[in-house]
């Protein structure tokens, strides 16, 4: 064998790493989907909720032009539909009531709750008929416990009413059928 093929044998030529172009391919399809991702991501984006002037908001919305957003109310001008007269300029949203004077058109609920909505009470003490003196759930009622419920006749609570019984189990042998609340 001459000096050349033995120099040839001796030093092949550089072969390519499959590792390598596997490592190659790989990192390659990550990117392609990192970019079908951001590309779902942005077309998905909330574009619709952003906004420049009223026109670009939904029906029954404005644009407030401060954060982007349309939304239900800037001021109470923007509530026309009755009863959400007030605009909780907070959240954005026409309500009832923030204060409990907003709801003096509806004497029967003079009291503005932690939702915007007029109610009877709030607690208790805006309860001033004795025969209804607990507040349970924005209306005055009879009890909202049985515990509220003083007489031995009629010592068990059921939708705000203090009644006798609310099953079988609690009349005695004599009456032993629950009706409406009654013994008979």
Avoid: E, Y
């Amino acid at each position: 064998m001459s000096n050349a093929q033995r120099r040839q044998n001796a030093n092949p030529p550089p072969k390519k790493s499959k590792t390598a172009t596997i490592i190659f391919i790989v990192i390659i399809v990550i990117l392609f989907i990192l970019l079908i991702v951001f590309a779902i991501l942005w077309l998905s984006r909330p574009s619709s909720r952003k906004c420049v002037d009223n026109t670009t908001c939904s029906t029954g919305q404005v644009c407030n032009t401060t954060t982007g957003f349309c939304v239900g109310c800037l001021s109470s001008t923007n509530c026309t539909t009755t009863p959400n007269i007030v605009c909780n300029t907070a959240s954005g949203n026409c309500q009832q009531c923030l204060v409990d004077t907003d709801c003096s058109a509806t004497p029967s609920t003079p009291h503005c709750n932690s939702h915007g909505i007029c109610v009877a009470c709030n607690v208790s003490g805006d309860c001033h008929n004795t025969a209804v003196p607990i507040c349970s759930n924005g209306t005055c009622t009879q009890c909202a416990v049985n515990t509220d419920c003083p007489l031995l006749t009629a010592n068990q609570c059921t939708s705000g009413q203090c009644v006798a019984c609310t099953s079988n189990a609690g009349c005695p042998s004599a009456h032993p059928t629950c009706t409406a609340g009654t013994c008979a």
